[in-house]
């Protein structure tokens, strides 16, 4: 608050040797005192917001440049009193609001800079008709990312060096699940084939050479293979058979069928536990996970989820923290389960729909794509797993890679001005200022 020296208003006053205003004279130095008071409001600094006197504020004290008082009228003196009250508190109402308005910019500008966020990095067109993609893989050592073109039955392989196609491969009707294994240097696709094929059970498993791309074999993969996972130790391949209800096992040596274990339901996503050295897999329509012995094909557990996961079809693991990833579909949910107890340590909100999900092991960070276009972000903290971020990415946007070693996610978006498109993405995780939390939407409930 400004001195009470500063509460005040100069004028311009009579020199000395002037004959003294009378009543005549008081229109034209109220009009003078007037310009003045107005003339230093405007020429002064809005952080000092002060108007310069030695007259008190509101009592109406006119003075010469001696000091000598100058009289007025009872009510020019109440009317120039008001008049430099105004300019005054115009004044500090034109600066406090100019203060608040770079305060609230500041704010702004400093939040939006620190808050998480997902850009693209680049948009490349890809081959074929604008229809649906489903899994991709990611070869690390030869920086190639494999691409279930499903609705064009082919395959896209991507160099992710030169952010480029390399080969369009046809003959893979209905493609969904990918897997590389490059130990072997095999790809292995999921042909569920026609609608015919799907009734009679005739879905293959085609086997690719990673390096030349040539198809090196065609196993039999029961009705509608999806999700596989491989198993070093035994040289075998276990594939979600999602409407036989059943995991089917495929010797990769020999490139055959070498058995097949009934689920007791519809099949979602199979993973390996290389920690445990089991098999696991979704029994999405019963809400059970189950656990095979792979040595023996048998499940020698059953891990009931709770009532608040409704078609458990998504999985994953983070073998470090001990943690399974489960992406309930049918109300969009994500449920972090601890594989030291088999106990739920969180249940988290996803975008509707939620398919496929990817894991940076080296950023710690957790990606959920959905159906509805939608990818939800979390931070995978030793056991601690919070949402960073979830926002609209494209339309059916349900499938996503990340590369380790960059940190770039990969996402096939099937329409985009009529083209199909891969678009290459970067998390920026949030900074000190908004911490772990960001600002998504949606609810969190932890369970621990």
Not at 24 to 35: D, I, V
Not at 224 to 247: M, N
Not at 301 to 308: F, S, W
């Amino acid at each position: 608050m400004p001195r009470k020296s500063e509460r005040s208003c100069e004028v311009v006053a009579f020199s000395r040797g002037q004959r003294s205003p009378g009543l005549s004279m008081a229109p034209k130095l109220y009009r003078q005192r007037q310009e003045s008071a107005i003339c230093r409001a405007k020429s002064e600094s809005y952080s000092e917001c002060r108007l310069d006197s030695g007259a008190p504020l509101m009592t109406g004290r006119l003075t010469t440049h001696r000091g000598e008082p100058v009289v007025l009228p009872r009510h020019l003196r109440t009317l120039a009193a008001l008049v430099a009250s105004a300019v005054r508190f115009r004044c500090c109402m034109i600066r406090a609001a100019a203060v608040t308005l770079l305060a609230l910019l500041s704010t702004v500008v400093a939040v939006a800079a620190s808050a998480p966020s997902l850009a693209t990095r680049a948009t490349i067109r890809l081959p074929g008709s604008p229809s649906r993609f489903d899994y991709l893989s990611l070869d690390g050592a030869l920086h190639r990312l494999f691409i279930s073109h499903m609705g064009d039955g082919r395959v896209v392989v991507f160099d992710t060096v030169h952010n480029r196609v390399l080969a369009d491969l046809p003959g893979f009707e209905g493609d969904t699940g990918i897997t590389v294994v490059p130990s072997i240097n095999r790809v292995y696709v999921s042909v569920t084939g026609s609608l015919l094929n799907r009734a009679f059970g005739s879905g293959k498993v085609a086997v690719l050479d990673a390096a030349t791309l040539r198809v090196i074999a065609r196993i039999p993969g029961g009705r509608f293979p999806d999700g596989s996972a491989y198993v070093p130790q035994l040289h075998r391949l276990f594939v979600s058979d999602e409407f036989g209800g059943q995991d089917l096992v495929i010797d990769t040596v020999a490139d055959q069928p070498a058995g097949r274990i009934p689920l007791g339901g519809s099949a979602g996503m199979t993973v390996f536990d290389p920690t445990s050295g089991k098999v696991m897999v979704n029994v999405q329509s019963r809400r059970v996970l189950a656990v095979i012995q792979p040595t023996t094909d048998a499940i020698v557990r059953r891990v009931a989820l709770p009532a608040a996961c409704v078609h458990n079809h998504g999985l994953l693991l983070d073998d470090a923290a001990r943690l399974a990833f489960i992406a309930c579909d049918g109300n969009a949910r994500l449920v972090v389960l601890d594989l030291l107890d088999w106990r739920v340590t969180g249940i988290h909100t996803l975008g509707k729909d939620p398919d496929v999900l990817a894991f940076d092991p080296t950023r710690k960070l957790l990606y959920v794509a959905s159906e509805s276009g939608v990818i939800s972000v979390f931070s995978v903290s030793g056991r601690d797993v919070r949402k960073l971020w979830q926002g609209y990415v494209g339309d059916d946007a349900h499938s996503v890679a990340v590369d380790p070693r960059t940190g770039l996610l990969y996402v096939p978006i099937r329409d985009v001005d009529g083209h199909p498109v891969l678009r290459i993405m970067a998390f920026a995780p949030p900074s000190p200022m908004t911490g772990h939390d960001g600002d998504p939407p949606g609810r969190t409930k932890n369970l621990r």
